[in-house]
């Protein structure tokens, strides 16, 4: 965003490779260690090889307050299996090292904060890493978080809501680097048969306050989705529908869905997003 | 001050107290490096809302008749103080008072919070509120202010408990609540509240998140101690009017911390007033089984503070153990937190054993039958009267100490006749109390 180089950022550049091409970025979100640390490896290799621009990598926690069933089901899983934070840089390395696509992690804050901020964003660096999604850190208790993205280059990617208000809007639109995540509705992750009217306001205001890359998330399960939002969003976010995929079909069902779901990312009109909207 | 301010805190307001600056009223959002918002940007303007709607009704003497009207003659306020005579012989002689909260309506301190934010609900329109509850104390609380207040009310337990708390599942369905079992993560009271505020995300517009503690994002920290002072308020005028002066120590038993943020508020500028916070110690600390968040946690956040948690290496929270389903969580308010770090409060474990001695002892020698959590609180009582003999056998009989009685026991009856072998090995209450049924 504003005041950052632009090209320092893994996520801005991939999204802006889509761009390119007249379409959104497509980002897929699985969990590290579901159903295996080498499965979430290779999981993320074929999204990457089968239209994913971005892998959302989830770091599985013991208090997930923003996800539903499926996603909980996968990370409950994966710390049975024993699962430690610290294979998430396998998993981010792992998938870095056999793909072009951007590599962010998401996780909730207290994981961060038990290893040391800067410690996590060292290694998330070293890991080929793009940056963190933070679903209960705001802007407002991120300092420690800013010096060390600063530090490292890493992405901030925030997240904004139908009820964020315009001054919230604007905080967090400028905290933000990489991509905003806007939430398309109020509620948890989980595939909905229809994608809210609200996300496209939502990616409208964030468009306002100046964001340039916004990314929907939350409900999104279908290519029919996908285009509704391609049309008015530089990104879409979907996750449960690819845990469900990997969970029931392995691997292959993961790269057959990413494919699938890539052919919604096409802008009909052919109209781009002119960077600084 | 006896003791000096310890680990990271905040040194300027540590300073500041102990060059006579005031502890009280402390306004959030953090308590030195404690508390804040570590929430979804989702709850934000709500938590914007309910901050503003608590400091406009704060501020407003309409609001305060309100709640002065429904705690006496809603739920009984004052509570009596009362001195436990017997009892203190037990205590190194010390002059034990029980701050009654057992006699509130519905049985404990929870009713004072429930009123309060019950009365907000109202006040931002909302028609729906929904809670967490671990043995079911805070959600028949719940439901009584939802009833009384016209409320729809939806009470999130763990699944486990609600199986183990059937009487008080039912207790909260006669007072119109409905009570939605929780089967995620551990299915503990920590789940309960991840559930809680998944529904609070989805249904933000309807819906008040009636939080039971002290803990938790900015405002509920400040604002449910608010509602708890009056607690503090009382004790201190009470003992003042009865003895014609201060305690030497006022004990209470911490869970997530508010019936403690209540009575401690009352003597937090009181520098002769030694406070003292006594912690779930399960099996005992060293067997890991425990609920000794401040003595053994590290700091991290969860359930929007920054506060003390039980926490593996990971920074996953490690699920806590008690015999007292009330205090039988991983986290801890920050301003509690806050606290200790400064040295104003001293926080100690308190094991099964030791709460269960003190629960028969105040039942055998009072005649009252404290709740389980109160027990660890009575513990702890005996402790420091026990010390205070040890420093100075003379003057030990002259020192007074108040402890916050903050529930009756009925609830706990079979759990009790459980730990003490009282029943009839094929009776059918046998069975219940095996399954740690609490009636």
Redesign the interface.
């Known amino acids: 965003m504003a005041g950052h180089a632009e090209t320092a950022s893994k996520a801005a550049a991939a999204i802006d490779r889509a761009r390119s091409q007249g379409r959104a970025a497509l980002i897929a979100y699985l969990p590290a260690g579901y159903p295996s640390v080498e499965d979430s490896i290779a999981a993320g290799i074929a999204a990457a090889r089968n239209g994913a621009d971005l892998i959302e990598i989830g770091i599985p926690y013991s208090d997930p307050v923003m996800d539903g069933q499926v996603i909980q089901a996968a990370t409950t899983e994966a710390l049975a299996k024993g699962f430690h934070v610290s294979q998430v840089f396998d998993v981010v390395a792992g998938i870095t090292s056999q793909t072009d696509a951007a590599v962010l992690v998401m996780t909730y804050w207290n994981p961060v904060v038990r290893m040391g901020v800067d410690e996590f964003s060292r290694r998330l660096a070293g890991a080929g890493g793009a940056g963190l999604i933070t679903p209960d850190l705001i802007p407002d208790e991120a300092g420690e978080w800013m010096e060390a993205s600063e530090k490292y280059g890493l992405d901030r990617v925030f997240l904004v809501a139908p009820s964020s208000t315009p001054e919230r809007m604007q905080r967090t639109v400028d905290a933000s680097r990489g991509f905003v995540y806007a939430v398309s509705i109020m509620g948890v992750t989980g595939a909905r048969s229809s994608v809210s009217s609200a996300a496209k306001d939502v990616v409208s205001a964030a468009h306002g306050a100046g964001a340039e890359r916004v990314c929907v998330g939350l409900g999104v399960s279908n290519a029919g989705q996908v285009r509704e939002i391609a049309a008015y969003a530089e990104g879409v976010i979907v996750g449960t529908a690819l845990v469900k995929a990997l969970g029931d079909g392995g691997v292959d069902a993961v790269a057959s869905l990413t494919k699938d779901l890539s052919t919604g990312l096409t802008r009909e009109t052919g109209s781009t997003q002119e960077a600084g909207a | 001050m006896a003791q000096a301010p310890s680990g990271n805190a905040d040194n300027n307001t540590a300073e500041a107290f102990l060059q006579g600056g005031s502890l009280r009223h402390a306004p959030g959002p953090y308590f030195g490096n404690y508390g804040?918002?570590?929430?979804?940007?989702?709850?934000?303007?709500?938590l914007?809302e309910l901050e503003e709607t608590f400091n406009k009704a704060k501020d407003d003497p309409g609001f305060r008749a309100q709640i002065a009207d429904l705690n006496k003659n809603y739920s009984g306020r004052p509570s009596l103080l009362t001195e436990a005579k017997r009892f203190s012989q037990h205590a190194g002689g010390a002059r034990v008072f029980l701050k009654r909260e057992d006699l509130n309506h519905t049985g404990s301190h929870k009713i004072n919070n429930v009123l309060g934010q019950a009365l907000l609900a109202k006040r931002m329109g909302k028609t729906r509120i929904i809670a967490e509850t671990g043995a079911g104390q805070h959600g028949v609380a719940s439901a009584t202010a939802a009833a009384l207040m016209g409320l729809e009310c939806v009470v999130y337990m763990g699944a486990e408990d609600c199986r183990r708390q059937a009487l008080n599942v039912a207790r909260m369905e006669l007072l119109g609540a409905k009570v939605i079992p929780v089967t995620?993560?551990?299915q503990t009271l920590?789940?309960a509240i991840?559930d809680a505020?998944?529904d609070w995300?989805?249904?933000?517009?309807t819906t008040h998140y009636l939080l039971g503690t002290a803990a938790g994002a900015h405002p509920f920290p400040a604002m449910v101690r608010y509602f708890h002072e009056v607690i503090g308020e009382e004790a201190r005028a009470q003992i003042l009017e009865q003895e014609g002066r201060l305690p030497d120590a006022v004990c209470a038993c911490i869970g997530g911390g508010s019936n403690a943020i209540g009575i401690f508020h009352g003597f937090l500028d009181d520098p002769s007033v030694k406070l003292f916070g006594f912690e779930a110690g399960g099996d005992g600390v060293e067997t890991g089984r425990h609920a000794a968040t401040i003595t053994l946690g590290?700091?991290?956040?969860?359930?929007g503070a920054r506060s003390y948690?039980m926490?593996d290496?990971?920074?996953?929270?490690i699920e806590s153990h008690s015999i007292s389903a009330g205090l039988d969580y991983p986290g801890v308010g920050p301003e509690h937190s806050y606290l200790s770090d400064i040295g104003r409060v001293s926080y100690e474990p308190i094991t099964d054993s030791e709460a269960m001695d003190a629960f028969r002892l105040l039942c055998r020698t009072e005649g009252i039958i404290p709740a389980l959590e109160s027990s660890h609180a009575l513990a702890g009582a005996i402790k420091v009267g026990q010390r205070f003999a040890a420093e100075d056998a003379a003057s030990a009989g002259e020192k007074i100490i108040i402890v916050n009685l903050s529930g009756r026991g009925d609830k706990d009856v079979a759990t009790a006749a459980e730990w003490f072998d009282l029943l009839d090995k094929n009776s059918a209450e046998s069975e219940i109390g095996k399954e740690g049924e609490q009636l």
């Not at chain 2, 995300?201 to 517009?205: D, F, G, K, L, W």
């Not at chain 2, 590290?298 to 359930?303: A, E, F, M, Q, T």
């Not at chain 2, 290496?313 to 929270?317: I, M, V």
């Open positions: 804040g918002r570590w929430m979804p940007e989702s709850l934000i303007a709500a914007d995620s993560g551990s920590k789940d991840n505020l998944r995300v989805a249904n933000v517009s590290k700091p991290g956040v969860l359930h948690l926490q290496d990971d920074g996953q929270t």
